[in-house]
């Protein structure tokens, strides 16, 4: 307990440093927040082979996708260059395709993925700033199907890694604009329902996972400390 709110006590202190002179001071050099909606090309190879090949549908998925994704995030400077985002992201995708016996088949799934991300300042211009990180962290998603009137649920947890260029630009001193792009690699696990059952085999011939990759961009605010 002792040693908990002593490493809070420290985080408090950082976070309220850097707001208590922010005057004159560039943003990409203070604590703040974060929040966007992003847009995904995302490619599910696993998943959509395994509906592709064992699910009756009329017409064959695509392997690409279009995903939202929705992301906070608190950043702390490490010195003039660096920083650490920690950041939530979730991310959805939601396909209907028609089935030869089974009417509409539906599939949604979604992943948590919290990570943490060494960012350096590439540009720190006082109404903009940009900056380059590579993180990653641990991820857990899960895969939603409809189709016959039934209705199944899997999950699959693992690590992801991310690739992202950040830029801000000022709206005031304390808010900006937030752009973003990722690259963004899950690599989780297989698919299982509560009994253990995979949905399916995936494209390498073995029960299904919840593996991805995904390009996105994202618009959101900032605000600094």
């Known amino acids: 307990m002792i040693v908990r709110n002593a490493a809070l006590g420290c985080l408090l202190a ?3 440093g850097a707001g208590a002179s922010s005057a004159g001071v560039p943003a990409a050099r ?30 064959r998925l695509d392997r690409y996708h279009v995903a939202v994704d929705f992301s906070g995030a608190f950043v702390l400077p490490l010195g003039e260059r660096f920083g650490l985002r920690f950041e939530y992201a979730y991310l959805l995708n939601t396909v209907n395709a028609a089935g030869l016996y089974t009417g509409t088949t539906e599939f949604t799934t979604t992943v948590h993925m919290p990570s943490v991300v060494i960012e350096y300042c590439i540009v720190d211009a006082g109404p903009y700033n940009l900056s380059a990180g590579i993180g990653g962290g641990y991820h857990v998603g899960r895969l939603d199907l409809r189709y016959g009137g039934l209705e199944a649920g899997y999950a699959a947890q693992g690590p992801g890694a991310v690739v992202m260029l950040v830029g801000n630009t000022a709206v005031s001193e304390e808010l900006f604009v937030h752009l973003a792009g990722t690259v963004r690699a899950g690599m989780l696990g297989e698919l299982r329902n509560t009994n253990g059952v995979s949905p399916g085999i995936g494209s390498a011939g073995q029960p299904a996972t919840l593996s991805f990759f995904a390009l996105g961009a994202r618009i959101g605010v900032s605000y600094y400390l």
């Open 14 to 16: 950082l976070v309220l």
């Open 30 to 59: 203070r604590a703040g927040f974060s929040a966007g909606l992003g847009v995904n090309y995302l490619a599910q190879r696993d998943v959509v082979d395994m509906l592709n090949g064992g699910y009756g549908l009329t017409k």
